[in-house]
């Protein structure tokens, strides 16, 4: 069977509401946690390709209430697990919002899972009951790549795919 295509508008901000839309049609329904993520994280690939060199979720470990633990990506290997006072996930967990940084070289205890990477954009996500539940994260070998339109498209993701 031949890959499909997905076509989003060239418009990044409208291009965050059509798949917006998508992601909350797809996983209408759905009661895994990891179906969501999963299904959040190939459109996103899908959407915007190489600009999101790994795009993934961290999920708060239960067990270790203080640290993250990879969940459903796409991209080069990722950190296992990072405690919440590490980079820019950890960061995010701890603050509890969206973090963009320009230059992850520049951001103090950074983690470089992968050496590649220059720029990213770290979300939150929250249950119904307001509960930290997971980190998205986006990287990019472009310096800057993220801007408030990504922040907000993101958070939409995030708040439609939990529904």
């Not at 989003?8 to 797809?26: C, F």
């Not at 969940?71 to 960061?91: E, S």
Request: hydrophobic content about 45%; some cysteine; proline content about 3%.
């Amino acid at each position: 069977m031949a890959e499909q295509q997905i076509q989003y508008s060239a418009d990044k901000a409208t291009a965050y509401r059509e798949l917006v839309a998508e992601i909350g049609s797809v996983v209408a329904g759905e009661t895994s946690r990891t179906a969501r993520y999963a299904t959040a994280v190939s459109l996103l690939k899908a959407a915007f390709g190489e600009r999101f060199f790994w795009c993934g979720f961290y999920e708060v470990d239960p067990l270790k209430q203080r640290e993250l633990v990879v969940g459903p990506y796409q991209g080069t290997l990722g950190c296992l697990r990072i405690p919440f006072d590490k980079g820019v996930c950890g960061a995010c967990a701890s603050t509890r919002e969206t973090i963009v940084v320009a230059d992850v070289h520049a951001f103090p205890g950074h983690i470089a899972c992968d050496s590649r990477s220059n720029s990213e954009i770290v979300v939150p996500v929250f249950d119904s009951a307001g509960a930290l539940v997971a980190v998205l994260d986006v990287d990019s070998t472009a310096f800057a790549a993220f801007d408030e339109v990504d922040a907000r498209g993101l958070e939409a993701v995030c708040r439609v795919m939990l529904g």
